[in-house]
Nanobody, 124 residues
């Protein structure tokens, strides 16, 4: 059974940094997966943040480009999102996801697997 569990969410001040992670388990070891992050703030639409494909191709949403960095530790089955220069508008629940049925990019809206989310709150 595939499971994805995020951790590391916290309250930080504007301009600060935070690294959130996602532990993935239950995937078939013989297959490489696209993984990514998306977020959702109260009252707002879900927004794709970043994605990393099995060949290392990375994409970011324009809103986080230059501030966020996605990475994966294949040996540990962990996905990371380093967030720098955080802004008030980055406040959201952040979800990790994997194995989209279609394309692998930051705008991907459909994923086969996702976690329960970790809250990131940015204050002034």
């Amino acid at each position: 059974q595939v499971q994805m569990m995020e951790s590391g969410g916290a309250s930080v001040q504007s301009g600060g940094s935070l690294n959130i992670s996602c532990a993935a388990s239950g995937f078939a070891s013989s297959k490489a997966y696209c993984m990514g992050w998306y977020r959702q703030a109260p009252g707002k639409q879900r927004e794709g943040v970043a994605a990393i494909d099995f060949d290392g191709t990375i994409s970011y949403a324009d809103s986080v480009k230059g501030r966020f960095a996605i990475s994966v530790d294949v040996a540990k089955d962990k996905l990371y999102l380093q967030m720098n220069d955080l802004k008030l508008e980055d406040t959201a629940m952040y979800y990790c996801a994997a194995d989209p049925p279609l394309s692998c990019d930051a705008d991907t809206e459909v994923w086969n697997y996702w976690g329960q989310g970790t809250q990131v709150t940015v204050s002034s």
